[in-house]
């Protein structure tokens, strides 16, 4: 009658292992929850890059075939202007802004 017990009380101890294993250990449930929260965290950064990559591709193809886009971001990027144009530069990050004819002809 002794070992039924003692053999009662192992089982549960060993049932208890288990579960705690289930549910907290390196492979349980618990770890698993933070891999597909850290999973979606990802993959949402992946999509993010991959929609970055696409933009930036049509970006260098309208670079390398388009004069006017090419002018237009040098333009704004550079702050270039055309003949008979001043370029105003305003501080607190307004966007400067070429005025046409505003500039003395060249002699």
Do not use: C
Not at 6 to 19: D, H, K, P, Q, R
């Amino acid at each position: 009658m002794n070992y039924r017990y003692l053999l009662f009380g192992l089982s549960f101890a060993l049932n208890l292992l288990l579960v705690w294993a289930l549910v907290w250990g390196d492979n349980g449930l618990v770890a698993h929850e933070n891999l597909e929260r850290e999973y979606t965290v990802l993959d949402e950064h992946i999509k993010a890059l991959y929609a970055n990559n696409i933009s930036l591709s049509r970006e260098i193809k309208l670079l390398q075939t388009d004069s006017k886009y090419m002018e237009y971001i040098i333009r704004k990027r550079l702050n270039f202007v055309k003949d008979n144009e001043i370029l105003y530069i305003f501080p607190g990050g307004q966007e400067a802004k070429p005025v046409e004819g505003a500039h003395e002809s060249k002699n």
